[in-house]
């Protein structure tokens, strides 16, 4: 992730890192809004809030996307924030209404490949962010499960295969989630040798 984001800044373009563990999304109808001057407005009101780490509007759509921390900040915040820039706002979606889903892709080997895969990602109806570990062959995804799921995106990043380039796409585990499972293996092994050894004690 770290090179795909040099690479795109030595294009020339500035990049925001956004830590996945302390996101959520939420989606408002903006109500009001008649140029854009307007949703520059209610942007710069939603960036103003505490926890907020992304706000995008879109005016053609009336529909402002807001990346926050749901530690600091909720929808009901998000939504004071638009009243206070002049307009009304009413929940599309909350942040409890989005999910996330971890995928192992195989068949991906450069970063030009995974630039290609996260924009295929990305321009899919309902993912509102997707993060990708190009070392570990993996991308995490967050989306609304009322648009898509994670059949369609596993479709999407095998549908991306181009040319001599195929990929597979499969659901894995996130690295918390795989550590958790063998400390519980560990601790499930450890747990047969203690008893197989207190059974194994000869009694005098």
């Given at each position: 992730?770290?090179?795909?984001?040099?690479?795109?800044?030595?294009?020339?373009?500035?990049?925001?890192?956004?830590?996945?563990?302390?996101?959520?999304?939420?989606?408002?109808?903006?109500?009001?809004?008649?140029?854009?001057?307007?949703?520059?407005?209610?942007?710069?009101?939603?960036?103003?809030?505490?926890?907020?780490?992304?706000?995008?509007?879109?005016?053609?759509?009336?529909?402002?996307?807001?990346?926050f921390?749901?530690?600091?900040?909720?929808?009901?915040?998000?939504?004071?924030?638009?009243?206070?820039?002049?307009?009304?706002?009413?929940?599309?979606?909350?942040?409890?209404?989005?999910?996330?889903?971890h995928?192992?892709?195989?068949?991906?080997?450069?970063?030009?490949?995974?630039?290609?895969?996260?924009?295929?990602?990305?321009?899919?109806?309902?993912?509102?962010?997707?993060?990708?570990?190009?070392?570990?062959s993996?991308?995490?995804?967050?989306?609304?499960?009322?648009?898509?799921?994670?059949?369609?995106?596993?479709?999407?990043?095998?549908?991306?295969?181009?040319?001599?380039?195929?990929?597979?796409?499969?659901?894995c585990?996130?690295?918390?989630?795989?550590?958790?499972?063998?400390?519980?293996?560990?601790?499930?092994?450890?747990?047969?040798?203690?008893?197989?050894?207190?059974?194994?004690?000869?009694?005098?």
């Amino acid at each position: 992730v770290k090179e795909i984001k040099e690479a795109i800044e030595d294009s020339g373009f500035q990049v925001e890192m956004l830590d996945l563990q302390d996101i959520a999304v939420c989606r408002l109808r903006i109500i009001g809004m008649a140029c854009t001057s307007c949703s520059e407005s209610i942007e710069r009101s939603l960036m103003m809030v505490d926890g907020v780490k992304k706000a995008v509007v879109g005016l053609a759509i009336e529909e402002a996307r807001i990346h926050f921390d749901p530690s600091v900040t909720n929808p009901e915040q998000l939504m004071q924030a638009v009243d206070s820039a002049g307009f009304e706002a009413d929940i599309i979606s909350s942040g409890d209404e989005m999910n996330k889903v971890h995928l192992k892709i195989e068949g991906l080997s450069s970063e030009t490949e995974g630039r290609y895969i996260q924009a295929a990602l990305e321009s899919t109806s309902g993912v509102s962010h997707v993060e990708l570990d190009l070392p570990g062959s993996r991308v995490t995804i967050i989306y609304d499960p009322d648009l898509t799921g994670p059949r369609s995106l596993i479709e999407c990043i095998q549908g991306a295969g181009h040319g001599s380039h195929f990929y597979k796409a499969s659901l894995c585990a996130p690295p918390r989630h795989r550590e958790n499972a063998r400390l519980d293996e560990t601790r499930i092994y450890r747990n047969q040798f203690l008893w197989s050894w207190m059974f194994s004690i000869p009694v005098v």
